[in-house]
C-alpha cells in the first residue's frame, strides 16, 4: 500500500509487471458493471431502434478497442509511467496541477455514480423506494450510500493488485448475471409481442425487441449516435489516456486488445441484456423505465442474486475509478502519498453518491467528460508520438526549464472552450465533437510548440534518451529471462483447490441451467428465489480457488532470481 509499490512518479520496474490474465480479468470486471444496468435502460428510453442498437454498439465498441490497443497500451508500456507523471513531463507542474484536478473531480462524479447504482440495490432491502430524482426522497438511502462506499474507497485503497484480484473473481459471475437475467425476462417481452409466441429465428428476436425493448421512436437518436457513445463511453480512460495508470504494469502492449472482454462482453452484451432487462421490469411492475432504478431491475429479474449483482458490478467500477482519482490527486503533491489522499477523494465521491443524479444523467456527463479531457490526450500523443516524425524535439519544456508548457495549457483551455461553444451552440452533437476537437487540438499544439522552443535541439534530451533506451533494454533482458519465467509458472494445485475450481465452474453452470429453464417454461420465480444458491457456492468456491492459486504463486516469486539491474 506504499506510495513506492504503486509507482505514481516512477517508471514501473520489470519485476512488478503484470501477466495478460490480469488484465483480461481487470477489463471484464471494469466494464461490467453497475452502470450498464443504467446505460442499457436509457437506450430503451431513447426511442433507439433494434437494429440501430444492435449494429451501432458493434462498430462503436470496436473503435474503443482499436484505441485502447493502438494508442493507449503501446504509449503506457513505452513509457512506464502513470497519466499524470507523463503528463507533468510534458506539460510542466503548473499544468498537471489543474489538470489533476479537473479529472480527479470528474473521476470522483463518475465513481459516484457506481457507488449509487450499487445503493440502489441494497435499499431493495431496506423497502426504500426507487430513488430516481436529483435528490434523495429518503434518508435511510443516504446511508446505504455511505455504508456501500465505505467497502468501495477500502478497494480502492490497497491498490492495483487487489483490485485486479476482486475483478478475477467476480467477472465470469457477473458476466453471467446479465445474460440469466436476460433469459429470464425474455418471455415477458415475448408476451407482451403480438403476432410472436417464442423466438425460433434471429427474425423472430428483432420483431420481439423492436416492439417490446428498443422501440423506434424516430426521434433524433440513430445509429451514429449509438456508435458515437459507445466509442467515446470511455474516452476517458483510452483517448485521453487515462488507462496509463493500469497498463503501465502490463508486460505486453498487446494486453490493451484486453479491452474487447470489456466492450463486447460489458458495453455490447451487458447493453443489450440490461435494456432486455429493464424492458421486461417495466413490463411486469406496470410502469416506465424511467421510474425504476438499476436495483429494481435486477431484483425483478434475479431476485436476491440481482441485489448481489448491481452492488457487485458497482464496487468493480467504482475501485479502479476511485483509484485513478487518488492517483490525479495526489500528483498535486507527492507528499501526501496516494493512501491519504484516496481516502479524502472515497469521501467526497460516496457524498457525490448521495444524490441519484449522478447516474440518472450519466450519458451526457462521460459526453462532457470527454470533451473536457481529449484535448489533453491530444497533446500527450501529439508529442510522444508525432514530434519525433516531424523534428521536434520530446518534453521540450521541460528541457528548457519551464513551469508550464504555456502552448499545451492553451491548447487545452481554447479546445474545452471551443467544443462547449459548439456543443451549446447546436452546431454538433455531444457524441460527435470529439474527433473534430482532437485534430484541432493536435494541429494547434503542433503549431504553437513549434513557436516556442519544440524546433530546438537540448543537450538534456541526449542524455534523457540514453538512459530512457538503458531502462527499456534492462526491462526486455528481465521479460526474457529465468527469473521472469519462473515467477509466471505455477505448481500444481491441491486436491481440495481443484476440488473448488471445479465446483466453481459447476456452480456456474447451474445458474445459466436456471436461466434457461426460466426461459423456455416462463418460471421466473425459480430463478428469484433460487439463483442466490449457485451464486454463493461460486463465491465461497472460487474465493477458495484464487487464494489457493494466489498463495503457490507468491511462493514461486519468492524463490524467483532478483530482477536485472
Do not use: Q
Given at each position: 500500500m506504499s506510495t513506492a509499490e504503486e509507482f505514481e512518479t516512477q517508471a514501473v520496474s520489470a519485476d512488478k509487471l503484470q501477466g495478460g490474465k490480469t488484465f483480461a480479468a481487470s477489463y471484464a470486471g471494469e466494464h461490467v458493471a453497475g452502470t450498464e444496468f443504467v446505460i442499457g435502460a436509457l437506450f430503451v428510453s431513447w426511442g433507439v431502434g433494434a437494429s440501430d442498437i444492435i449494429i451501432g454498439l458493434l462498430f462503436g465498441n470496436l473503435l474503443a478497442v482499436l484505441t485502447w490497443g493502438l494508442v493507449t497500451a503501446p504509449i503506457a508500456t513505452d513509457t512506464r509511467l502513470t497519466l499524470y507523471a507523463y503528463l507533468e513531463k510534458i506539460a510542466g507542474p503548473g499544468t498537471i496541477k489543474l489538470y489533476s484536478i479537473i479529472n480527479g473531480m470528474l473521476f470522483c462524479v463518475l465513481a459516484g455514480a457506481m457507488i449509487t447504482v450499487s445503493a440502489s440495490a441494497v435499499r431493495v432491502l431496506f423497502g426504500i423506494d426507487d430513488q430516481v430524482g436529483y435528490f434523495p426522497t429518503d434518508f435511510r438511502f443516504v446511508l446505504v450510500v455511505l455504508g456501500v462506499g465505505t467497502v468501495v474507497v477500502y478497494m480502492a485503497?490497497?491498490?492495483?493488485?487487489?483490485?485486479?484480484?476482486?475483478?478475477?473473481?467476480?467477472?465470469?459471475?457477473?458476466?453471467?448475471?446479465?445474460?440469466?437475467?436476460?433469459?429470464?425476462?425474455?418471455?415477458?417481452?415475448?408476451?407482451?409481442?403480438?403476432?410472436?409466441?417464442?423466438?425460433?429465428?434471429?427474425?423472430?428476436?428483432?420483431?420481439?425487441?423492436?416492439?417490446?425493448?428498443?422501440?423506434?421512436?424516430?426521434?433524433?437518436?440513430?445509429?451514429?449516435?449509438?456508435?458515437?457513445?459507445?466509442?467515446?463511453?470511455?474516452?476517458?480512460?483510452?483517448?485521453?489516456?487515462?488507462?496509463?495508470?493500469?497498463?503501465?504494469?502490463?508486460?505486453?502492449?498487446?494486453?490493451?486488445?484486453?479491452?474487447?472482454?470489456?466492450?463486447?462482453?460489458?458495453?455490447?452484451?451487458?447493453?443489450?441484456?440490461?435494456?432486455?432487462?429493464?424492458?421486461?421490469?417495466?413490463?411486469?411492475?406496470?410502469?416506465?423505465?424511467?421510474?425504476?432504478?438499476?436495483?429494481?431491475?435486477?431484483?425483478?429479474?434475479?431476485?436476491?442474486?440481482?441485489?448481489?449483482?448491481?452492488?457487485?458490478?458497482?464496487?468493480?467500477?467504482?475501485?479502479?475509478?476511485?483509484?485513478?482519482?487518488?492517483?490525479?490527486?495526489?500528483?498535486?503533491?507527492?507528499?501526501?502519498?496516494?493512501?491519504?489522499?484516496?481516502?479524502?477523494?472515497?469521501?467526497?465521491?460516496?457524498?457525490?453518491?448521495?444524490?441519484?443524479?449522478?447516474?440518472?444523467?450519466?450519458?451526457?456527463?462521460?459526453?462532457?467528460m470527454g470533451l473536457l479531457l481529449a484535448p489533453v490526450g491530444a497533446i500527450i500523443v501529439a508529442e510522444h508520438w508525432v514530434f519525433p516524425k516531424i523534428g521536434l524535439t520530446r518534453y521540450w519544456s521541460k528541457y528548457k526549464g519551464n513551469t508550464t508548457n504555456l502552448p499545451a495549457l492553451a491548447t487545452w483551455i481554447v479546445s474545452m472552450a471551443l467544443g462547449i461553444v459548439v456543443e451549446q451552440a447546436g452546431l454538433l452533437h455531444l457524441f460527435f465533437i470529439l474527433i473534430p476537437l482532437w485534430t484541432f487540438s493536435t494541429v494547434m499544439y503542433i503549431s504553437l510548440a513549434s513557436l516556442s522552443g519544440a524546433k530546438e535541439s537540448y543537450p538534456e534530451a541526449v542524455e534523457a534518451e540514453r538512459i530512457e533506451l538503458q531502462r527499456k533494454a534492462s526491462e526486455a533482458q528481465y521479460l526474457a529471462s529465468p527469473a521472469c519465467s519462473e515467477a509466471e509458472q505455477q505448481k500444481t494445485a491441491g486436491i481440495l483447490a481443484t476440488m473448488a475450481k471445479y465446483a466453481s465452474w459447476a456452480a456456474l453452470a447451474s445458474c445459466l441451467y436456471m436461466g434457461l429453464h426460466a426461459y423456455t417454461t416462463g418460471d421466473i420465480a425459480n430463478v428469484t428465489q433460487w439463483l442466490i444458491a449457485p451464486t454463493l457456492i461460486y463465491f465461497i468456491t472460487a474465493t477458495y480457488a484464487y487464494l489457493a492459486k494466489t498463495n503457490r504463486s507468491a511462493s514461486v516469486t519468492e524463490n524467483a532470481s532478483e530482477p536485472l539491474a
Open positions: 485503497v490497497k491498490g492495483f493488485k487487489k483490485l485486479a484480484a476482486f475483478a478475477e473473481i467476480c467477472a465470469p459471475w457477473m458476466i453471467l448475471m446479465f445474460v440469466v437475467g436476460a433469459l429470464t425476462m425474455m418471455p415477458t417481452t415475448i408476451a407482451a409481442t403480438s403476432g410472436v409466441e417464442g423466438i425460433s429465428s434471429f427474425s423472430d428476436f428483432l420483431t420481439v425487441a423492436s416492439e417490446s425493448i428498443w422501440k423506434d421512436t424516430e426521434g433524433d437518436i440513430g445509429i451514429w449516435h449509438v456508435v458515437a457513445f459507445a466509442w467515446i463511453a470511455n474516452l476517458a480512460m483510452h483517448g485521453c489516456l487515462g488507462d496509463m495508470t493500469l497498463l503501465r504494469f502490463a508486460k505486453s502492449p498487446k494486453y490493451g486488445y484486453f479491452s474487447a472482454l470489456g466492450m463486447f462482453i460489458g458495453h455490447y452484451m451487458a447493453w443489450i441484456c440490461a435494456g432486455i432487462m429493464g424492458a421486461g421490469a417495466a413490463i411486469l411492475l406496470k410502469t416506465s423505465i424511467t421510474a425504476i432504478d438499476p436495483g429494481s431491475v435486477a431484483y425483478t429479474a434475479l431476485g436476491a442474486s440481482g441485489i448481489l449483482a448491481v452492488i457487485i458490478a458497482g464496487w468493480t467500477t467504482s475501485n479502479p475509478t476511485i483509484y485513478r482519482a487518488g492517483l490525479a490527486f495526489s500528483s498535486l503533491n507527492h507528499r501526501w502519498g496516494r493512501v491519504k489522499v484516496t481516502i479524502v477523494v472515497g469521501i467526497i465521491t460516496t457524498i457525490i453518491a448521495c444524490s441519484p443524479f449522478v447516474f440518472s444523467g450519466l450519458l451526457g456527463f462521460v459526453g462532457y
